[in-house]
């Protein structure tokens, strides 16, 4: 079993920047494609970024891409998303996920932005922005 814990969220001014880590863990030599996802108050979770395994492709959503930026460390099993210029539209829970893949998927490039694609999620850590 996968456990993704995330943190580094957080109240910050409009215009401010966040950092989240989240760090996989209980899979021994394990690859991973990677994404952070965010919920809203009464809206549905949408997809905000991924990275694949090799970190050389990464996939944004288009409210967040120039702003937001993801990357990983593979020797912590961790993914990082930076979260520059924040707006109050940015405020939600955002939650980690994981997929396992394959050392073939992990060389081409494997990521997803579908969160029925991942199967791996962690507990979430909020952000709040203020105006």
């Not at 863990?25 to 965010?38: E, K, L």
């Not at 940015?90 to 990521?111: E, L």
């Not at 932005?113 to 791996?120: L, T």
Request: a negative charge; charged letters at 15%.
């Amino acid at each position: 079993q996968v456990q993704l814990v995330e943190s580094g969220g957080g109240l910050v001014q409009a215009g401010g920047s966040l950092r989240l880590s989240c760090a996989a863990s209980g899979r021994t030599h394990a690859m991973y494609a990677m994404g952070w996802f965010r919920q809203a108050p009464g809206k549905e979770r949408e997809f905000v970024a991924t990275i694949s395994w090799t970190g050389a492709s990464t996939y944004y959503a288009d409210s967040v891409k120039g702003r937001f930026t993801i990357s990983n460390d593979n020797a912590k099993s961790t993914v990082y998303l930076q979260m520059n210029s924040l707006k109050p539209e940015d405020t939600a829970v955002y939650y980690c996920a994981a997929n396992i893949i394959t050392p073939a998927q992990a060389m081409d490039g494997f990521y997803f932005d579908s969160d029925y694609e991942y199967d791996y999620w962690g507990q979430g850590t909020q952000v709040t922005v203020s105006s």
